[in-house]
Structures are given as C-alpha cells and as structure tokens.
C-alpha cells in the first residue's frame, strides 16, 4: 500500500478502551497542576521569594515539564502504568501537603480544626471563571498532543478514536472541545441579548467565520497535499471546524427562540430524538454500513452531517454547567458545594450511561448517539470536579505558606485591592503562567497544533519510528506549540479573528 494508504488504515477499525481507563486519565492533569504549586511553595519557603530567578525561562521550563511533559509520557511510554504513576503522584502531593499543614500549623497559635474552619468561611475572589480556564486549557493541551501522537505507534491505539462504537480517550476529546467551548459562551455568561433575535442571530453567524475558514483551509490543504484523512470521522469534505462552527450557530438560534433558563432539558430533548431516529429508522444503517460516497454530498460527509444532533445536545448541555459555575460564589465552602454539585451530576449522569449501554447501544461518537452525550457530560464534569478540587488544595496551600504568588484561578480576598504581584525583573506573575498563555490564544494554539502536526507527518516518517524518538518528536513538537503561545503571552499580544 502507499504511504497515505498506510497512516489511513493504522488509524482505522479500533475499539478504543474502557470507561475506568478514560476516567483514571482524568487525574494526571490536576495532580500535576498541585505537583507545580508546591514545588513553588517550597521555593517561596526556602528562599522567602518569588518568582524563580531567570523568571521568563525557568517558569516556562518548569511549566511544561510538570505540565506538558507528564501528559505526553502518559499517552506514550507510560501508558500501561499509568495507574501507578499517578498513585505515586498522589502519594507525594500528599506528603508535600502534609509538610506544608505542618510548617503552618507550627507557626500558627490556632489549633488545625480551627485554621481549617478558617478556611472555609474565607471570603475569595476570582481572576478568572473558577476551574473553567483549567478545564479549557487542558482539553486544547491534551487536544493538541493526541492529534499528532496518534500517528505514531507508541501511542496505544486503544486512546484512537473508534470505528463505530466504543470509548477511545480521543472520543472524549472531541466532545470536551464542544462542552469546553459553551462553558465561556455568551448565554454562559449571561450576555442579554441586545437588538432583535434577527439581528442576535446574524451576529452569530458572523462570528463563526474563522471557523468556516480555518475548516475550509484544512479542506484544501489536505486535498493538495493527499495528506491521510480518516473518512469515517466526519466525512469526505467535512472536518471538525465545519462541525464547531455549525453547532455554535444552531445552539445559538436555538437559545434564543426557545424559552430560557433550562438549556439542559432541550439537549436530552434532541439527544433522546436523534437517537429516537437511530433506533426507529434506517439512519444507524445507512451511517455504519452504506459505503456508497459518491451520490451526493450527504452521503459523502453522513458522519459530519447527522452527528451534529448530538454535539448541539452536548453544547447546550455546556451551556447549562456554564450558567451554574458562573454564579458569584464568595466563601470558600461555597466553592466546595459548587464542587460537590458537579461530581454528584457526574455520578448521575455515568449512572444514566450505564443504563443506556444496558438498554440501548454502546457509546459511538460516530453518530453521536445518545450513550456518546451521556458520556461526554460524565467524563467533562468529572474533569473538572477534579480540576476544581486541585485549585482548593492550591488555594489552602496559598494561605497555608502566605504565598502569594502562586498560580491559582482563586485567591483570598484582601481588605485593600493590590495591585498584581511583580516579579523582580519587573515582570507580572500572570504574564510567567503557560495556563495563562494558552487561555489568552486558545484558537490560535489549537490551529498552530493542526499545521505543526501536518507539517511533523511531512518530514517524519511516524510509523517507522522507535518509542524514544517519538517522544522526543512529540516533546519538540509541544514545546514549539507552547513557547509560541507563551511569547505571544509575554508580549500581551491576544489574536482575535473577528
């Protein structure tokens, strides 16, 4: 077979993994985001300063290699031990912060029930969305590794996305994209609608340009290049920016003709009709089993096409987790409730899976059937329970070593507003964050992810290459992605579209 024939079928007919293997990745990111603040807890301790000297650099290096780095070994060379990597992480965070408690509580007159008491009626406030901008950042991070990765063979291809059914980690991927972008959504955030619905609507349509074009340059591009495509995903000419652009649209008109305040029950409205019609029609049929792409422009792109039921359903159902994390929260305790909230919809929501599976059919993102909505709600609240619990432990550690320069979406609120903390080159904290930086330019980090990865498949031979330069290919390939994303940051440059 030709080479472009080769790369198609090694990412083809896979099953994915199981439903536990998906869920234990969940941990990597929030335990390695607690590994980075206490590494600079123990600095701060030990030195009495923030930032790290060579500021620019050093919190660049140290970002990506607790970050970035654990990410890539984890979908890599790591992959069948990853349980005991992130127990043993979570072994040592819990032994630095027990360290840190102590050191407190050794300097402290109050007894630790009382300083934990403290804590959770302290009065915060928010830089930004609480645990939102993690969720977000690491959906793109994990996005922009798994895209190129998984033209490699080091990449097990259980994580691939399935052929029909089944629950691959990049299967999650595509939904969280989706859930992640109505989590910051102008309905999220409450926007009134100003002018008429008409008018609302034509704004919404306009602002979805960059991503017609940038689904329109990846068409042209591939076609002119022959580079290898996996036409089940979404089609002959179909790709995921046409579906982002589509699904933004819709749910927009959607929000703003039917009544407002419960985006939710519209989501499993048209879940529950789109698989209605899977089960009850012969749309399963013609989508799994007609190979017949040369009739028309349906049936070339049937995957891109009927799937967007589904991916509107999970946007709405964003759109719904948006509205309730959004609400003002000021006490400590508050936050947890809001946590506790989120992981209680999330096992309600795996039980709902579970049940569909029984009675219906297995996850299949391929038609983002009613199982696949189910799932990616599940596993993207999950996330950020787990997210938004590493921000508490964060924000304990913050009072707990008085450090206030750590890294975290939270911190307590001050009797008089300061000023952001400066570094002593002169240089703000948030400006030292590569979290910070890829919020800043999340599109631009996820479309310079798409053209590092073609460019990556045109000068490297991915499926002949052993494990260790693979992931050193992956490494170069990620650090490339991030000192862009972080130098624009640096310079306070945000690219917009529109």
Known sequence: ???????EA?????????LGEVTLGSFLAPVCLIHRAFILVLYYQAKGTLPLPLPLISHLLLDFSLLVLPLVLSCTILSDVLLQVIVCLTFLSACVLCYICRTSFQSSALQPQKIVSNFLQCSVQFHQVPFVTLFRVFVNVKTAISILAVDFSVFPRRYAKTETYGTGVMDFGVGAFVFANALVSPEARRREVTGSKLSHITKQIQSVWPLLALGLGRLVSIKMTGYHEHVTEYGIHWNFFFTLAIVRVLAS???????AGQPWLFALLISGCHQFALETTELK???MHNRDRSKDFVHANK???FSIAGYVSIYLAGVQIGLYVMQQRHQVKDCLKMLFTLSLGSLLSYAALFACQTLMEPVSRRSANLPFVIWSVAQSLFFMSLLGLADMVILFSKGASA???LPSSMSFLEKKKTDSPVSRSGVKVE???????VSRNQLVFFLLSNVMTGATNAVVDTLSCSS?????????????NCLVIYVLHICEITVKFW
């Open 303 to 305: 995957e891109g096409i």
């Open 468 to 480: 260790s330069f693979s992931v050193c290919v992956l490494l170069s390939y990620m650090l490339v």
């Open 285 to 287: 049929t013609f989508l």
């Open 403 to 405: 450090c206030r320069f």
């Open 1 to 7: 077979m030709a080479q472009k024939e080769v790369k």
């Open 431 to 437: 400006r030292l964050c590569l979290i910070q930086a």
């Open 253 to 259: 008109v959607l929000l703003v003709v039917l009544p």
């Open 10 to 18: 090694f990412v083809s007919n896979l099953n994915g993994t199981s």
